[in-house]
Nanobody, 126 residues
Framework: QVQLVESGGALVQPGGSLRLSCAASGDNFRAYTFGWFRQAPGKEREFVAS????????LYADSVKGRFTIFRDNAKNTVALQMNNMETEDTAFYFCSAEMSLITSTLHVWSAYTYWGQGTQVTVSS
């Protein structure tokens, strides 16, 4: 099992940057694939980015590609999401998720992940 705690959510202006962090506790951090998802009011939860276990291959939603970067620190048991050039459409509640065994075709599917944090609010507004 793994427990996830997100932090770093805040109010930021359009064009600004923000870094979200997900602290994971539990065993065998390296064996987990992690994902970031977000959910805006009245909308479904949507995939943002993922980073695979061991090799660390990344995947991004088209809407954030080139602006967001996901990375993991296996020594500190953390996964971060660096968000640059933010847009008002990035406003949402952001969740960190983890799963030990995922096939590539399900990396973007929220229901494929077992473990979830409580989330953190990100608001992009002037």
């Amino acid at each position: 099992q793994v427990q996830l705690v997100e932090s770093g959510g805040a109010l930021v202006q359009p064009g600004g940057s923000l870094r979200l962090s997900c602290a994971a506790s539990g065993d065998n951090f390296r064996a987990y694939t992690f994902g970031w998802f977000r959910q805006a009011p009245g909308k479904e939860r949507e995939f943002v980015a993922s980073i695979k276990r061991y090799g660390g291959a990344t995947l991004y939603a088209d809407s954030v590609k080139g602006r967001f970067t996901i990375f993991r620190d296996n020594a500190k048991n953390t996964v971060a999401l660096q968000m640059n050039n933010m847009e008002t459409e990035d406003t949402a509640f952001y969740f960190c998720s983890a799963e030990m065994s995922l096939i590539t075709s399900t990396l973007h599917v929220w229901s494929a992940y077992t473990y979830w944090g409580q989330g953190t609010q990100v608001t992009v507004s002037s």
